[in-house]
Structure formats: structure tokens, C-alpha cells
């Protein structure tokens, strides 16, 4: 199995910056993306930032030129670093993984989400 663990969301005032944090752990062989989502109260949960294996980036438009995604392979963390943060991206955070266990299985794992406020 493999488990996601998220940290680094809050409360920050508009215009502020947050970092967020994704460690994996249990039975990796290989990831080979990991990705950023966010489900805001009432809409759906969206792509925000994904990173594979080879360091590609993707975003969706709303935080090109403010979010920053990257990925520590030897520690098995993705990081997205927020600037200029709006109050439209308060939001649930949640961090995936995709890739191979060790017994030649593929996973596909979600965290539990953590909660970016942004508000003055």
C-alpha cells in the first residue's frame, strides 16, 4: 500500500504565499506523476499542477505564473509553492500519486486534503 501525507495548508491573508507538502510512503517501486487538486465549497475538484517522473510541469490557467510545482524523487514529496494566493483559490488540497508498488501493482493514491483559507 502507499500512503499520502499532506501538510503546509492554513490561513493566509490575500496576497500571501503558502507551501504545501506531499510525502509518500509504503510499497513504491516508481511514481510517475504526482498532482495537485483542489475541490473549493460547491464546485468540483479540479487539476491544479501535475509533475512526472522526468520533472514536466502542467497548471491550469487560473495559477500559471503564481504556483510553483516540484518533486523530490529521492524523498518521494511533491511541493507546490503558492504566491499571490486570492481568495478564489480557498479550496481543500489534495495531493495524488500515481505509479508501480513493489510487487509490480499500480496505485493510484489520493491524501486527505489540506485546507488553504485565503482571507483578510
Known amino acids: 500500500q502507499v500512503q499520502l501525507v499532506e501538510s503546509g495548508g492554513g490561513l493566509v491573508q490575500p496576497g500571501g504565499s503558502l507551501r504545501l507538502s506531499c510525502a509518500a510512503s509504503?510499497?513504491?517501486?516508481?511514481?510517475?506523476?504526482m498532482a495537485w487538486y483542489r475541490q473549493a465549497p460547491g464546485k468540483q475538484r479540479e487539476l491544479v499542477a501535475v509533475?512526472?517522473?522526468?520533472?514536466?510541469?502542467n497548471y491550469v490557467d487560473s495559477v500559471k505564473g503564481r504556483f510553483t510545482i516540484s518533486r523530490d524523487s529521492a524523498k518521494n514529496t511533491v511541493y507546490l509553492q503558492m504566491n499571490s494566493l486570492k481568495p478564489e483559490d480557498t479550496a481543500v488540497f489534495y495531493c495524488?500519486?500515481?505509479?508501480?508498488?513493489?510487487?509490480?501493482?499500480?496505485?493510484?493514491?489520493w491524501g486527505q486534503g489540506t485546507l488553504v483559507t485565503v482571507s483578510s
Open positions: 495524488n500519486a500515481q505509479g508501480e508498488t513493489r510487487i509490480g501493482r499500480a496505485f493510484d493514491t
Open positions: 509504503g510499497s513504491i517501486f516508481s511514481i510517475n506523476l
Open positions: 509533475i512526472t517522473s522526468v520533472g514536466n510541469t
